[in-house]
């Protein structure tokens, strides 16, 4: 081989290797199922997104909701709704959306379809007994999609939502998530935050609950109003 093709075909398979991180991982990427990442960018509509609850820190953060009357979309984990039943029922019954964050929160990369499956439609009938909702949307844990999903999501009615902002809150003092909250915002934007961690018991939200409750009146203030994903999705609805 010469040097030349050596070269080329290195540069084909860094190629292919970018264009398969994005199919995994990439927040436009539809390759394993269908999916979308913001709403319309004409209308100024936000909608919030919170995964990986419930927690015990839920109730606050729907406290600060409500006294906005802002709506948001829940993406819940199947063992975190098994272990606050109450909780989520306190969530559906505030009349936020919830979608399915999986059971267990694994990363679903290198996992057979059957495991896919069965992590999401646990966590589907899990927030069914519990909520009385069926979730119509479906948050990869991690961004992370895999073979396999595209007809797991068939088969539960699911569509894929990913982010247009990811809030950073699980890392980033409260002031500076609020002032990507307040200043980085587009029509149509859906944001990423977390009201739990994972499957950790009593985790600390109180960045994103801080950074949430001084946001909220400043992008109100801007114009905006807050949907819910389903709803900026489908505006007439
Ligand atoms: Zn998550």
């Known amino acids: 081989m010469s040097t030349g093709t050596l070269i080329g075909s290195t540069a084909g398979i860094v190629a292919a290797a970018g264009a398969f991180a994005y199919a995994v991982r990439g927040r436009s990427s539809a ?3 269908p999916s979308v990442y913001h709403g ?22 729907l406290k600060i909701l409500a006294r906005h009357s802002v709506p948001a979309t829940f993406f819940m984990c199947g063992e975190n709704v ?17 979608g399915n964050h999986t059971h267990s929160h694994p990363r679903l990369d290198f996992r057979t379809p059957e495991f896919i499956y069965r992590e999401m439609a646990q966590a589907q009938e899990t927030i069914q007994r519990h909520t009385n909702r069926t979730p119509r949307l479906f948050r990869a844990p991690y961004g992370v999609r895999w073979f396999g999903l595209r007809r797991a999501q068939q088969r539960l009615d699911l569509l894929g939502v990913m982010w247009s902002v990811i809030g950073n809150d699980w890392r980033w003092p409260a002031d500076r998530v609020e002032r990507l909250l307040v200043n980085r915002r587009r029509n149509g934007d ?4 977390h ?3 994972r499957t950790e018991r009593s985790p600390d939200i109180h960045a994103t609950l801080h950074a949430v409750q001084s946001a909220i009146p400043r992008i109100l203030e801007r114009g905006f109003r807050f949907e819910t994903v389903s709803q900026i999705l489908c505006p007439t609805k």
């Open 82 to 98: 098994q272990r606050l039943p109450a909780v989520a029922r306190e969530v559906a019954s505030a009349g936020h959306e919830i």
């Open 190 to 193: 859906i944001i990423c935050l």
């Open 195 to 197: 009201d739990g961690r």
């Open 40 to 61: 319309d960018r004409e209308r100024p509509a936000l909608a919030l997104t919170f995964d990986d609850g419930p927690s015990e820190s839920t109730p606050e953060l």
């Open 31 to 33: 390759v394993f199922g």
